[in-house]
T-cell receptor, first 116, second 111 residues
Framework: GAVVSQHPSWVICKSGTSVKIECRSL??????MFWYRQFPKQSLMLMAT?????????EQGVEKDKFLINHASLTLSTLTVTSAHPEDSSFYIC????????????FGPGTRLTVT | SQQGEEDPQALSIQEGENATMNCSYK?????LQWYRQNSGRGLVHLIL?????REKHSGRLRVTLDTSKKSSSLLITASRAADTASYFC???????????FGEGTQLTVNP
């Protein structure tokens, strides 16, 4: 089956620093990748949708200057949390879709971000 | 925004019993999917049911969809301790579009 990886699986950073999270599709080309955020005991909230080679589309209320998304290749998307604050501490999950005609999204294992 | 609501929010049962979780949504959908999430992990796709389907089975899973009531249910039969996880429904308005997740049900299966 299709595999999506995320790196790192967890990260602790100091307030004010930036953190980059990678999402890779390992055995397929992902034309579209999605970034979600999940707070403890809550559901997934879509942050943004990124298509390879174009700018990401952000959901309402998500600051695009704070959460920088780059989808430079068909197998890699990155999410950079800039000037992180403790309230950015969350579980970040990416998913990838192979093509526009398919419904299937394959989810990564998630990245636990803790900002101190 | 989340359009799905799930109930119950938490369910605790004994091994061997059946578990039923419900999901309601607000807008028209193309597909409805169910996912499982173990604590601190990513999502695992369980089953998809299309808007023109009413029931679907996969192993110990049975999903129903009632588009007139905008609701779906997930039944896990003969539950096992390993089924302990959070279960989410997710809908998409058109095939391949963004998924909207429900609030989730935390299932605990006691051995």
């Amino acid at each position: 089956g299709a595999v999506v990886s995320q790196h790192p699986s967890w990260v602790i950073c100091k307030s004010g620093t930036s953190v980059k999270i990678e999402c890779r599709s390992l055995d397929f080309q992902a034309t579209t990748m999605f970034w979600y955020r999940q707070f403890p005991k809550q559901s997934l909230m879509l942050m943004a949708t990124s298509n390879e080679g174009s700018k990401a589309t952000y959901e309402q209320g998500v600051e695009k200057d704070k959460f920088l998304i780059n989808h430079a290749s068909l197998t890699l998307s990155t999410l950079t949390v800039t000037s992180a604050h403790p309230e950015d501490s969350s579980f970040y999950i990416c998913s990838a879709r192979a093509g526009s005609a398919t419904y299937e999204q394959y989810f990564g294992p998630g990245t636990r971000l803790t900002v101190t | 925004s989340q359009q799905g609501e799930e109930d119950p929010q938490a369910l605790s049962i004994q091994e061997g019993e059946n578990a039923t979780m419900n999901c309601s949504y607000k807008t028209s959908i193309n597909n409805l999917q169910w996912y499982r999430q173990n604590s601190g992990r990513g999502l695992v796709h369980l089953i998809l049911i299309r808007s023109n389907e009413r029931e679907k089975h996969s192993g110990r899973l049975r999903v129903t969809l009632d588009t007139s009531k905008k609701s779906s249910s997930l039944l896990i039969t003969a539950s096992r301790a390993a089924d302990t996880a959070s279960y989410f429904c997710a809908t998409d308005a058109t095939s391949g579009s963004r998924l909207t997740f429900g609030e989730g049900t935390q299932l605990t299966v006691n051995p």
